[in-house]
């Protein structure tokens, strides 16, 4: 299953990319947003920014981050947020929707959850009739 996946961050371009390719992450990332792809203060726009580059609805994104305001900008575009905690306490972050201690524990599966009992799969086809099933 191939999922888009979105960096978006306020840090200049010059300092993002020397970091994806020291890390060798470059292939990670369908779409990378840095300052200069916005120049707007508020996360908001970074994050509208990468769901835009990716081709997905804002309801259909998960923002992975390690601070309150990014729940709070993830939630005000009704996406999913999900909390790096690292060493701070797990109780600081009671508004994400995820928290997790670091990216190890974070898999397809519990990102899945967040959306619920939601159907995430749409027909792609129309039916003119009812299927006739006897």
């Known amino acids: 299953m191939q999922i888009p996946v979105a960096l978006a961050t306020s840090q200049p371009e010059r300092r993002v990319q020397p970091a994806m390719e020291r ?3 470059g292939n990670y990332f369908d779409a990378v947003v840095t300052a200069e792809d916005n120049g707007a ?3 908001e726009y970074y994050y509208i920014t990468a769901a835009n580059q990716i081709q997905r609805p804002f309801v259909r994104c998960i923002v992975v981050g ?3 305001r990014s729940v709070e ?3 005000e575009l009704g996406m999913k947020s999900v909390i790096v905690t690292g060493n701070q306490p797990a109780w600081n972050f009671s508004g994400a929707d995820l ?3 670091n990216l190890s524990y ?3 599966v519990n990102m899945k959850k967040l959306f619920g009992n939601e159907d995430l799969v749409e027909s792609q086809f129309e039916l003119e009739e009812p299927p006739n099933f006897l």
């Open 23 to 25: 890390l060798n992450l």
């Open 41 to 43: 203060p508020e996360v």
């Open 66 to 68: 390690d601070s309150n």
């Open 73 to 75: 900008a993830a939630h």
């Open 99 to 101: 928290v997790v201690r």
């Open 106 to 108: 974070l898999s397809f």
